[in-house]
């Protein structure tokens, strides 16, 4: 079964950095747009960033600046690249892989936590 797995979550203090990964296994990567979403407590889950399967890019204007999406697909790796962290980051970022055709579905990863306080 397709799976994918968040690493990369922690504990960190306003301003600094965190670099956040995702392995996508037992699909064919270079077929999926590939994206970050966050969910804070008692929030909706919201997009951060995506990045497509012709390497197109989109940031939420809450992180634009601060974070960058890229993607590996030798590694079969999306990463979210995290800078001058905020309190307002904190929440659960969850990996999502969409089918770049017709008739595909949709992933999700099992969340990892990003915890921005001093």
């Known amino acids: 079964q397709v799976r994918l797995v968040e690493s990369g979550g922690g504990l960190v203090q306003p301003g600094e950095s965190l670099r956040l990964s995702c392995a996508a296994s037992r699909i064919n990567f270079g077929d999926y747009h590939m994206g970050w979403y966050r969910q804070a407590p008692g929030k909706q889950r919201e997009l951060v960033a995506r990045i497509a399967n012709n390497a197109d890019t989109y940031h939420a204007d809450s992180v634009k600046g601060r974070f960058t999406i890229s993607r590996d697909n030798a590694k079969n790796t999306v990463y979210l690249q995290m800078n001058m962290l905020k309190p307002d980051d904190t929440a659960v970022y969850y990996c999502?892989?969409?089918?770049?055709?017709?008739?595909?579905?949709?992933?999700w990863g099992q969340g990892t936590q990003v915890t921005v306080s001093s």
């Open positions: 999502n892989a969409a089918a770049a055709f017709l008739g595909g579905s949709d992933y």
